[in-house]
């Protein structure tokens, strides 16, 4: 008896032990995550400078493209943009591949990082009326985590904006919906079949369905012709669920 106690408390040893690694490694490489991020952020703000009236001041290199921006370009040719949500963790590059899959796991220097970095589907491109952006979430509250909270009217009132910067151009982007929806389920809301909406009517449809699924009415309306960007992330209310927010560029 005192053998098989012995062998489980033995074991149940070696389970913390595990378990204490396994965690201290997670936090771990998610502070090299966001110590990689502010590396990035400190280069940006090299060249970006706070304006007390417009909020930023637009230099541009010599090829049009926004100086705060050109050499993180020169560093990843696969950066298209910067998404930002003020006062909350989301404050990240955004890059783009062939595929939905590359960046999963990978950070801006294409090495193995399991928090990946924020992606523009491959459908997408700058002019597209809805650029839909993925990315994890995590945790420890980085990445998309943030998204999660707009299920709450209060956090949505005090975080209406997002800002998405292309290389080109500064943006600033009001909420229209913030809702969840279930992969394979029968009622699921395939938002991440608009990448590319080609017509008035398919535009209207995705509204449509976006507006229906909302937790709350933002009170924001918009109409074909408008730019949208769709932030998407893991929801862990169940299985295969994913958080979706919508907005429409100002």
Excluded at 80 to 97: A, N
Excluded at 118 to 135: G, H, R, T, W
Aim: aromatic share 16%.
């Amino acid at each position: 008896m005192k053998k098989r106690l012995t062998v489980i408390q033995v074991l149940l040893v070696l389970i913390f032990v595990g378990c204490c690694g396994y965690l201290g490694k997670y936090f771990y490489d998610s502070h090299k995550a966001e110590s990689g991020f502010d590396e990035l952020k400190k280069v940006v703000e090299k060249t970006e400078r706070a304006d007390a009236t417009d909020g930023y001041i637009d230099k541009r290199a010599d090829n049009g493209m926004l100086e705060c921006y050109y050499s993180l370009y020169q560093q990843n040719n696969d950066m298209v943009g910067w998404i930002k949500i003020p006062d909350t963790p989301v404050d990240y590059p955004v890059v783009k591949y062939s595929d939905n899959e590359f960046y999963l796991h990978k950070n801006f220097n294409k090495e193995y990082q399991f928090s990946g970095i924020p992606f523009l589907d491959y459908q997408s491109n700058d002019e597209s009326v809805n650029k839909i952006i993925y990315a994890h979430n995590m945790k420890n509250g980085t990445m998309f985590a943030s998204l999660a909270d707009y299920e709450d009217k209060s956090f949505y009132d005090a975080h209406k904006n997002i800002m998405y910067d292309t290389l080109y151009d500064k943006g600033e982007y009001e909420i229209v919906s913030a809702f969840t929806t279930k992969v394979g389920a029968s009622n699921e809301f395939k938002y991440y079949d608009y990448a590319d909406i080609e017509s008035e009517e398919r535009f209207n449809e995705y509204v449509t369905q976006a507006k229906s699924r909302s937790f709350y009415d933002t009170g924001v309306n918009t109409v074909y012709g408008d730019s949208l960007i769709t932030l998407s992330t893991c929801a862990y209310h169940t299985s295969n669920e994913r958080f979706v927010v919508i907005a429409r560029k100002k």
